[in-house]
C-alpha cells in the first residue's frame, strides 16, 4: 500500500535552515508527481509546492519562492524540502503527498516545524 | 494565489443533506476541472474525497458527491453520520501551475 514518511521537522531559530525528507514507498515514485503542503497550528491547508516526476518542473507558493527548494531522489525514492531563511510564520505540520489528476490523493502523517526563538 | 472561500462552517442533523461551497476565479476552479476535496479529523492527515470535481475514489462512500458551477465548486453530503464531523477542505489547480486550498470548513453534525 501507499505510505509517506515525513521527517527532518524541529525546533529551528528564525533565519536557520532545515531540510525535510519523505520516504515513498507501494507505488512507482519515479511516475508521480509529489507535493508539499503545510498546515500552521489550528488553521487551515496552504499549498507549498510541486516538483514534476523527473524533476524537471517545480513550483511554489509566493508565501515561500525564493526561500524553499523542492528536491527529489528517485532513486532513494525520496522527496526533499530545504527550507531556508525560516520566519516564525513558517510554524507548522508539513505534509507530502503524490499527485493524482494535478492534485493530491495520499498524503503522509505530518511532521512539525516550529520557528521560534 | 488568493486562498478559494469556504463557509466557516455548516451544520446538519443526521441524515440530512448539507452542501459546502468553494468559491474561486476564473484562474482556479472555473478554468479547469481538477477541484478537489478533502476531509480532515483532528489529528489527522487529510483524505481525499473527491477529485476532478465530481469523481469519487474507490472507498469513499456514494454519500459524497461534487459539482461545479461557473467559479463555484460544491461538495454535497447526503444521509449525514457521526463520523462525517470533520474539516473539510477544497482544492484547485490555477492558471500559474500552482495549487490552491480553500480555507476549510467545520462540519458539525448535530
Known amino acids: 500500500q501507499v505510505q509517506l514518511v515525513e521527517s527532518g521537522g524541529g525546533v529551528v531559530q528564525p533565519g536557520r535552515s532545515l531540510r525535510l525528507s519523505c520516504a515513498a514507498s507501494g507505488f512507482t515514485f519515479s511516475s508521480y508527481a509529489m507535493h508539499w503542503v503545510r498546515q500552521a497550528p489550528g488553521k487551515g491547508l496552504e499549498w507549498v509546492a510541486v516538483m514534476s516526476n523527473d524533476g524537471s518542473e517545480k513550483y511554489y507558493a509566493d508565501s515561500v519562492k525564493g526561500r524553499f527548494t523542492i528536491s527529489r531522489d528517485n532513486s532513494k525514492n525520496t522527496l526533499y524540502l530545504q527550507m531556508n531563511s525560516l520566519r516564525a510564520e513558517d510554524t507548522a505540520v508539513y505534509y507530502c503527498g503524490r499527485d493524482f489528476r494535478t492534485l493530491l490523493d495520499y498524503w503522509g502523517q505530518g511532521t512539525l516545524v516550529t520557528v521560534s526563538s | ?110
Not at chain 2, 443533506?17 to 480532515?40: A, E, K, M
Not at chain 2, 474525497?49 to 459524497?64: H, L, Q
Not at chain 2, 457521526?82 to 501551475?97: K, L, P
Open chain 2, 1 to 110: 494565489q488568493s486562498a478559494l472561500t469556504q463557509p466557516a462552517s455548516v451544520s446538519g442533523s443526521p441524515g440530512q443533506s448539507i452542501t459546502i461551497s468553494c468559491i474561486g476565479t476564473s484562474s482556479d476552479v472555473g478554468g479547469y476541472n481538477y477541484v478537489s476535496w478533502y476531509q480532515q479529523h483532528p489529528g489527522k492527515a487529510p483524505k481525499l474525497m473527491i477529485y476532478e470535481v465530481s469523481n469519487r475514489p474507490s472507498g469513499v462512500s456514494n454519500r459524497f458527491s461534487g459539482s461545479k458551477s461557473g467559479n463555484t465548486a460544491s461538495l454535497t453530503i447526503s444521509g449525514l453520520q457521526a463520523e462525517d464531523e470533520a474539516d473539510y477542505y477544497c482544492s484547485s489547480y490555477t492558471s500559474g501551475s500552482t495549487r490552491v486550498f480553500g480555507g476549510g470548513t467545520k462540519l458539525t453534525v448535530l
